[in-house]
């Protein structure tokens, strides 16, 4: 089994930085794709960023330009740092990783993390 565990949410002023973690355990073979979604009260979960197992990125338009994916293939953890915070970037902040789990079959699985709220306020 596959666990996704986030870290490094919190209360942070307007202007302010944020990196969140998102380290994976268990038995597996690697990574492929990563990506982070937030969902904030009365919203639908949106997509903030997504990286692939070759590194290319992609984000939300909301985001672009002050926020950064990326991952670390040795640590398992794919990581966001988040800068220049609004407090429309105020939400519960998921993670969600596509795992290989045998390096025989190249079958992925969706994994998904807790969550852990980032709010943004003065």
């Known amino acids: 089994q596959v666990q996704l565990v986030e870290s490094g949410g919190g209360l942070v002023q307007p202007g302010g930085s944020l990196r969140l973690s998102c380290a994976a355990s268990?038995?597996?073979?690697?990574?492929?794709?990563g990506g982070w979604y937030r969902q904030a009260p009365g919203k639908e979960r949106e997509l903030v960023a997504t990286i692939t197992d070759i590194g290319s990125t992609d984000y939300a338009d909301s985001v672009k330009g002050r926020f950064t994916i990326s991952r670390d293939n040795a640590k398992n953890t794919v990581y966001l740092q988040m800068n220049s915070l609004k407090p429309e970037d105020t939400a519960v902040y998921y993670c969600?990783?596509?795992?290989?789990?045998?390096?025989?079959?190249?079958?992925?699985?969706?994994?998904w993390g807790q969550g852990t709220q980032v709010t943004v306020s003065s």
């Open positions: 969600n990783a596509d795992v290989q789990m045998s390096s025989v079959y190249a079958t992925t699985y969706r994994y």
């Open positions: 268990g038995s597996f073979f690697k990574i492929n794709a």
